[in-house]
């Protein structure tokens, strides 16, 4: 298994609609979690934490299941600014760990 | 805002070669990190340094590659002898603490083509 698993898109959706990402992990010792993303050939940018009771950033929200070890990020009413690559991201010792990405384009 | 910034912005060597990539953490953060990045692949974590010396390395990171903090701002990854599979993307991070619970901030990257 691999040690951060995200779908492998890509993911081609409409302006307005709402989009689902889900991620899960190998090491059951994790400790943070986060969502990052990844415009073309620039570096990864911090979108958001995820903890265990899940949290919302406006039209993002993030859910972690450390039962799973599965975490996901929505995203509600997207945008054209949201189309990036979106990057799980998992913590098992001081280090990040990195899915491979998913990306998303957002047409108009 | 401060940022992390990493010269130079692409690097073009001959295999075998010695490089030198440079990063300027954010002024009070006190760790640092490499990560790389091979086209189209995910980033890939390569070494962490806290207190002038290594905290953590990756399986990637061998003698082939060494850090090091020269003065008190600028934070730099060597790679001797440089081979084709080196070509990459290469981020240096910086952040206040360690935990996993503060963020790591990412320079723009040093793009690495080896010929």
């Known amino acids: 298994r691999k040690e951060v698993e995200q779908d492998p898109g890509p993911f081609n959706v409409p302006e307005g609609a709402t989009v689902a990402f889900n991620c899960t992990y190998s090491n059951s010792a994790s400790q943070s979690f986060f969502w990052y993303r990844q415009d073309c050939r620039k570096e990864p940018k911090l979108l958001m934490s995820?903890?265990?009771s899940g949290n919302e950033d406006g039209r993002f929200t993030a859910q972690l299941n450390r039962a799973s070890q599965y975490i996901s990020l929505l995203i509600r009413d997207s945008k054209l600014s949201d189309s990036a690559t979106y990057l799980c991201v998992v913590t098992p010792t001081n280090d990040m760990r990195f899915g491979a990405g998913t990306r998303l384009t957002v047409k108009p | 805002e401060p940022e992390v910034t990493q010269t130079p912005s692409h690097q073009v060597t001959q295999m075998g070669q010695e490089v030198i990539l440079r990063c300027v953490p954010i002024?009070?953060?006190?760790?640092f990190y490499w990560y790389r990045q091979i086209l189209g692949q995910k980033v890939e974590f390569l070494v962490s340094?806290?207190?002038?010396?290594?905290?953590?390395k990756s399986e990637i990171f061998d003698d082939q590659f060494s850090v090091e903090r020269p003065d008190g701002s600028n934070f730099t990854l060597k790679i001797r002898s440089t081979k084709l599979e080196d070509s990459a993307m290469y981020f240096c991070?910086?952040?206040?603490?360690?935990?996993?619970?503060?963020?790591?901030?990412f320079g723009p990257g040093t793009r690495l083509t080896v010929l």
């Open positions: 340094f806290y207190n002038n010396e290594i905290s953590e």
């Open positions: 002024s009070n953060h006190l760790y």
């Open positions: 991070a910086s952040s206040s603490g360690t935990g996993g619970f503060y963020e790591q901030f």
């Open positions: 995820v903890y265990s």
